[in-house]
């Protein structure tokens, strides 16, 4: 499995933006598809986004379509979530996942995890 670690969650006001980033150790990140998942209080862990293992293809929740873009680079080993037109409704703990196997949607089996970043959004 590949170690992540999520970073540039916080506070941001309804309409703004915020860039989180996910770093992998490793020197099998190519490998993996990547994707990003949140979980609000009281409500279950739900698929945000995710990407394929070249970056060519993206998936996305219909809730962030338009708003939020994942991307990632993996001479870096980092994957990202931009998240624009942020809402309160966008309030959770995100995740960063990776897989070795699937496509990088929602169906793919992530396996491993980062400790997750606090995003709030107020109103």
């Known amino acids: 499995q590949v170690q992540l670690v999520e970073s540039g969650g916080g506070l941001v006001q309804a309409g703004g933006s915020l860039r989180l980033s996910c770093a992998a150790s490793?020197?099998?990140?190519?490998?993996?598809?990547m994707g990003w998942f949140r979980q609000a209080p009281g409500k279950e862990r739900e698929f945000v986004a995710g990407i394929s293992r070249s970056g060519m293809y993206t998936y996305y929740a219909d809730s962030v379509k338009g708003r939020f873009t994942i991307s990632r680079d993996n001479a870096k080993n980092e994957a990202y979530l931009q998240m624009n037109s942020l809402k309160p409704e966008d309030t959770a703990v995100y995740y960063c996942a990776g897989a070795k196997l699937g496509s990088g949607d929602a169906r793919s089996p992530y396996d491993s995890w980062g400790q997750g970043t606090q995003v709030t959004v107020s109103s």
């Open positions: 490793g020197r099998t990140f190519s490998t993996y598809v």
